[in-house]
């Protein structure tokens, strides 16, 4: 039997790895996905890895349907949750557009820990009451749209998970969010730049919004801004960070 | 050594459980949490399960910061990720509000799938764009805000999911934001009713906002409304339900 799995690796740690994603990797002829992804998955007999560059989504889901489709067991693969600004979305929007023998296929999306969850959870809980989750690069939306959604956002009091903040072709866009967030909230207002969680070189950095600049971002950093409602409790090491429940 | 860890279980199947999780529970004395929760975890020698109520969050979490203090290895269970509407935010509120000696325990959240990945996944990724996330119930914060933030949500067209949209005890809530969405939104949007995905139980109904009725919610049920943008392709089975991943 032939199928399709779109599936999360999570943030970087193999003990984030949920055991349904792992079986799915082990039953595999063949595994998709962006090249640093694809190398997280270790070679074996019978697995071939399809390793392919980060602007190319389309054409790769693309070839992972026409592999399930000539009888292939087919991974593609996410970092993080495949449903979250990852290869879900990119594999639907090749299926719609594709043959109609791509529809008949047994596709299913395995999810993954997060970006977000995982940096949440590394810093105490932010998101522990409602939020939002925005996706900073302006390569596939108007910079005018992130914006609004910036400010309607700040005025419904969400904490704030952003994903792709910067990167070194777009290197100004964190810095206008900083803006954007100084203009809507008082510069006491919780940030948090958590970047590559669960790896060897994870950091995590908790500042006021007022002190936050746009270089402690790059494209491994999920930044976390806190609601109104966001509190720091202060201890021997690192502060816990977390939203309450309620609100009054 | 003794230690305080917070881990999400995941929306209900094992195959969802993360292996750090899975680690943390084989090396604890003591579990923690909600009842039906806590019964997830099977019972061996050597492992002390508490379960306690639906509404005593905050008591439970100073009993298993108690705990810790006392030399314990404790797990505070939680249903899909601990910091989404879930005990770590319940924790850390005891904990400011607590014993000093508490602040200095070895405390780590250990993030799971949490119920709104998981019900993406299942019917495609609605969530594959811009999101927020809110909970729905007024228990801990006044109708006013909850309705003030869909308006302000639909306004930015951001994707939505809904926790705890309905219970016995909240029987107008889910039909007064019904409402609210109804005067935002067109008719045709689209809305997912996902309950209580990956156990036996499982359902998932996709419908158009127009169509939807308060009994197609409970506790049981996450529901995710799409964006503006988020599409149906339909096929021999369930149509699968995404929002691509860019607006022109």
């Known amino acids: 039997m032939s199928w399709l799995k779109i599936v999360g690796l999570g943030p970087g740690a193999d003990s984030m790895i949920t055991p349904e994603v792992t079986a799915a990797l082990d039953q595999a002829t063949d595994v998709v996905g962006y090249v640093p992804y694809v190398e997280r998955v270790a070679p074996r007999a019978g697995l071939t890895r399809h390793g392919s560059d980060n602007r190319e989504e389309i054409r790769r889901a693309e070839a992972a349907l026409e592999m399930a489709c000539d009888g292939r067991r087919v991974v593609v693969v996410s970092s ?3 449903g979250v600004f990852a290869m ?3 594999v639907f929007e090749a299926l719609e557009a594709g043959r109609p023998e791509w529809r008949e296929l047994d ?3 395995l999810p993954g820990i997060s970006a977000m969850l995982a940096a949440s959870a590394r810093a105490g809980a932010p998101l522990g009451h409602d939020f939002c989750c925005i996706n900073l690069s302006d390569n596939l939306k108007p910079w005018a749209l992130i914006e609004k959604r910036l400010r309607l956002a700040a005025q419904a009091d969400f904490a704030m998970a952003f994903y792709n903040p910067r990167s070194k072709s777009r290197p100004v866009g964190f810095e206008r969010t900083l803006e954007v ?3 809507e909230c008082e510069p ?3 940030i948090i730049f958590a970047r ?3 790896t060897p070189e994870e950091s995590i950095r908790v ?3 007022g002190d936050a600049t746009p270089e402690m971002a790059d494209m491994r950093t999920l930044v976390i801004v806190g609601s109104k409602q966001t ?3 202060e201890r021997s090491g690192a502060p816990l960070v977390y939203t309450p429940r309620s609100v009054a």
């Open 181 to 183: 967030l100084i203009d």
């Open 196 to 198: 590559a969680v669960s």
């Open 88 to 90: 879900a979305s990119a």
């Open 188 to 190: 006491e207002r919780v």
């Open 107 to 109: 596709i299913q999306v």
């Open 231 to 233: 509190r720091l409790i």
């Open 207 to 209: 500042v006021a919004l």
């Open 80 to 82: 993080g949750d495949p």
